[in-house]
């Protein structure tokens, strides 16, 4: 087990309702948007949802984000996080997680302890009780949420897997 790990999670900023909102998954070698993630709260449950073309390639449509039928997201327990993250390739930086998921996808929120207000964010994939790499997500501005213009100008431009 990594020696840096410390189930902490009050020294993380939970995952909150000024969460929720889009978010986007850059392409690290062309620098394009590759995918659309949006983080949903409705009544008491949270949801992954992706924007991905219909058949017809013209149009675009949220779906969410399980294979499952456990569509909504439960919080990860502390002995969860630390099996996920309990690394080497997670010794760096050093900080808390916090995350929700369903059986085969999660949203994680991650706070560095040096810098507590530059939380960062990542889309999470599991196979079973085994994490697979984080995925980073960069938040979309808030206009884009009341702004369909600006989401549909950057579709054209996005790499859908």
């Not at 992954?48 to 990860?76: F, H, K, T």
């Not at 808390?96 to 530059?118: C, L």
């Not at 990542?122 to 213009?149: N, S, T, V």
Request: charged share 20%.
């Amino acid at each position: 087990m990594a020696n840096n790990l410390f189930v902490l999670p009050r020294l993380g900023q939970t995952i909150r309702q000024e969460d929720s909102g889009i978010y986007y998954i850059l392409n690290q070698q062309t620098g394009r948007v590759r995918s659309l993630i949006q983080l949903v709260r409705e009544n008491l449950h949270w949801y992954i949802l992706q924007l991905q073309p219909i058949a017809d390639g013209l149009d675009y449509r949220w779906s969410v984000m399980s294979r499952e039928n456990d569509c909504a997201l439960q919080m990860a327990t502390d002995k969860q996080i630390a099996h996920y993250f309990s690394k080497p390739e997670y010794t760096e930086p050093v900080g808390a997680w916090q995350v929700m998921r369903n059986a085969d996808f999660g949203f994680g929120k991650f706070t560095p302890i040096d810098a507590p207000t530059e939380v960062s964010y990542a889309i999470l994939r599991f196979d079973g009780d085994d994490m697979q790499a984080p995925i980073r997500l960069h938040k979309a501005p808030a206009e884009w949420l009341q702004d369909e213009a600006a989401v549909e100008q950057l579709l054209p431009r996005a790499e859908f897997a």
